[in-house]
């Protein structure tokens, strides 16, 4: 989930935008990494159409022609750029790229998994950047699935297969050691479900990487960030090697933002990934280490039944 305007930050307000590219060649199915078909933005009027829960509506981007927000009861949710998948708006989304491009040697393909779909901004990012790539898209909302397939087609040839169910049960129909990277971008409103919160989920999450593998998770907190701490908390009782990337002042607990959090088995390409950070539009911060444990506090691991949603963002946030 995500919202989209001039402040840098997540799903606590619009965030900036940038012509952020994939070092890796783009490709998908018809070889340019593009949609075929989908609406034109430049000069179009939005579309809105009831979801499930919701009304959605589909925004177009005056400065790119095939370009498209989609929102959810007016808080946006993805960016989409027909003609150029590689395109990343959002600044989280900015930052799970990185991650992406880190991972494995450019174009390489990948195994992934996400839990919370949009308009499949990042299954469209994989598809271009690491052809035959394979990925299991995982939303719940079926009528919005279906909305963004008519209006935002994928790739007919990228290997992404949209599944409309429930996060967590989704990822408990997919096989042991399938994935080689978990991406988590659930929201119900502004809010993570409490169910995907928990040492129970993560558990879940590792048993479907493959050894080695990799989970990322954009999550939303705001002062005193009790939130944030907890499921750093509850991320280092299943991953050994932790890193998150934020804004300086949502490390900080001056407001309300995104931070991106990378749990594994190995030690992620951190120097790597700290630059790119740093160096994006809307300069961010990474943690790990000693670092990160001292920030996290005596926060305490979330079991299922003590679980609760994230804070909804105050109501300055969807300015």
């Given at each position: 989930?995500?919202?989209?305007?001039?402040?840098?930050?997540?799903?606590?307000?619009?965030?900036?935008?940038?012509?952020?590219?994939?070092?890796?060649?783009?490709?998908?199915?018809?070889?340019?990494?593009?949609?075929?078909?989908?609406?034109?933005?430049?000069?179009?009027?939005?579309?809105?159409?009831?979801?499930?829960?919701?009304?959605?509506?589909?925004?177009?981007?005056?400065?790119?022609?095939?370009?498209?927000?989609?929102?959810?009861?007016?808080?946006?949710?993805?960016?989409?750029?027909?003609?150029?998948?590689?395109?990343?708006?959002?600044?989280?989304?900015?930052?799970?790229?990185?991650?992406?491009?880190?991972?494995?040697?450019?174009g390489q393909p990948l195994q992934v998994v996400h839990l919370g779909?949009?308009?499949?901004?990042?299954?469209?990012?994989?598809?271009?950047?690491?052809?035959?790539?394979?990925?299991?898209?995982?939303?719940?909302?079926?009528?919005?699935?279906?909305?963004?397939?008519?209006?935002?087609?994928?790739?007919?040839?990228?290997?992404?297969?949209?599944?409309?169910?429930?996060?967590?049960?989704?990822?408990?129909?997919?096989?042991?050691?399938?994935?080689?990277?978990?991406?988590?971008?659930?929201?119900?409103?502004?809010?993570?479900?409490?169910?995907?919160?928990?040492?129970?989920?993560?558990?879940?999450?590792?048993?479907?990487?493959?050894?080695?593998?990799?989970?990322?998770?954009?999550?939303?907190?705001?002062?005193?960030?009790?939130?944030?701490?907890?499921?750093?908390?509850?991320?280092?009782?299943?991953?050994?090697?932790?890193?998150?990337?934020?804004?300086?002042?949502?490390?900080?607990?001056?407001?309300?933002?995104?931070?991106?959090?990378?749990?594994?088995?190995?030690?992620?390409?951190?120097?790597?990934?700290?630059?790119?950070?740093?160096?994006?539009?809307?300069?961010?911060?990474?943690?790990?280490?000693?670092?990160?444990?001292?920030?996290?506090?005596?926060?305490?691991?979330?079991?299922?039944?003590?679980?609760?949603?994230?804070?909804?963002?105050?109501?300055?946030?969807?300015?």
């Amino acid at each position: 989930m995500a919202r989209r305007g001039t402040s840098s930050d997540g799903n606590a307000g619009a965030r900036g935008r940038s012509d952020r590219k994939a070092g890796a060649g783009k490709g998908t199915g018809n070889g340019t990494g593009k949609a075929t078909g989908g609406r034109s933005g430049r000069g179009a009027e939005p579309l809105a159409e009831p979801v499930d829960g919701a009304l959605a509506e589909l925004v177009p981007d005056r400065e790119r022609p095939r370009a498209w927000t989609l929102t959810l009861d007016g808080a946006p949710q993805s960016h989409v750029d027909l003609d150029d998948p590689t395109y990343l708006s959002f600044e989280y989304q900015r930052r799970i790229g990185h991650i992406i491009d880190l991972l494995a040697p450019p174009g390489q393909p990948l195994q992934v998994v996400h839990l919370g779909g949009g308009a499949f901004t990042l299954a469209r990012y994989i598809a271009a950047t690491r052809p035959r790539s394979t990925q299991q898209v995982i939303e719940v909302d079926a009528a919005l699935v279906q909305l963004v397939r008519r209006e935002l087609p994928l790739d007919p040839q990228a290997r992404i297969r949209v599944r409309a169910t429930d996060a967590r049960a989704g990822l408990g129909k997919i096989q042991d050691g399938w994935a080689d990277l978990v991406i988590a971008d659930v929201f119900s409103g502004a809010r993570t479900p409490a169910h995907l919160t928990s040492t129970e989920f993560l558990a879940e999450v590792r048993r479907v990487l493959k050894t080695g593998g990799s989970y990322v998770a954009n999550l939303a907190d705001g002062p005193p960030l009790a939130h944030l701490r907890a499921q750093i908390a509850t991320a280092a009782t299943v991953f050994p090697e932790l890193a998150l990337a934020a804004d300086p002042a949502v490390w900080r607990g001056k407001r309300f933002g995104n931070a991106v959090l990378l749990a594994s088995d190995l030690a992620p390409r951190l120097a790597e990934l700290t630059r790119k950070v740093a160096t994006d539009p809307h300069p961010g911060r990474v943690e790990h280490g000693r670092a990160l444990a001292d920030f996290t506090g005596g926060a305490v691991p979330v079991r299922d039944a003590e679980a609760r949603p994230s804070p909804a963002p105050p109501p300055a946030a969807f300015g």
